[in-house]
Nanobody, 125 residues
Framework: QVQLVESGGGSVQAGGSLKLFCTGAGNTMGNMYMAWFRRTPGKEREGVAQISPTGIGRFYADSVQGRFTISRDNDENTVTLQMNDLKSEDTAMYYC??????????????????WGQGTQVTVSS
C-alpha cells in the first residue's frame, strides 16, 4: 500500500512552466511504475507521462511530447513532472498514479492501482 500526494499545481499563462510533485508514503515507490494522468470535466483520465522503476523507460502522450518531462528520485520517494510551454488545453486536474505491474507502453487508467487526490493546473491564454 502506498499513499500518493500531489503538489505544485496552480495557475499560469500560456507559454509558462509548472512543476508537479508526487510524494509517496507508506511504502517505497522504488519498485513501482509511476505515471501522471490528467482529467478535464466530462472526459476520462488520460495518461500524460510514465516512468519505469529505474527511470530508464519513459513514455509520453503525443500531446505533451517535447514539452513535459517526468523524472523520479527513489531515495526521496518522489516523482516530478516538469511542464514547459504550457497551453490552454493542458488545463486539467493532474493525478499521480503507481502500480507494481510491468508496463510496455503508456498505461491506461485501469492499469494503475494507487492514486493521489490530484492537483489542479490552469493555463490561461
Amino acid at each position: 500500500q502506498v499513499q500518493l500526494v500531489e503538489s505544485g499545481g496552480g495557475s499560469v499563462q500560456a507559454g509558462g512552466s509548472l512543476k508537479l510533485f508526487c510524494t509517496g508514503a507508506g511504502n517505497t515507490m522504488g519498485n513501482m511504475y509511476m505515471a501522471w494522468f490528467r482529467r478535464t470535466p466530462g472526459k476520462e483520465r488520460e495518461g500524460v507521462a510514465q516512468i519505469s522503476p529505474t527511470g530508464i523507460g519513459r513514455f509520453y502522450a503525443d500531446s505533451v511530447q517535447g514539452r513535459f518531462t517526468i523524472s523520479r528520485d527513489n531515495d526521496e520517494n518522489t516523482v516530478t513532472l516538469q511542464m514547459n510551454d504550457l497551453k490552454s488545453e493542458d488545463t486539467a486536474m493532474y493525478y499521480c498514479a503507481a502500480d507494481f505491474n510491468r508496463k510496455f507502453a503508456l498505461g491506461r487508467e485501469y492499469e494503475f492501482k494507487f492514486w493521489g487526490q490530484g492537483t489542479q493546473v490552469t493555463v490561461s491564454s
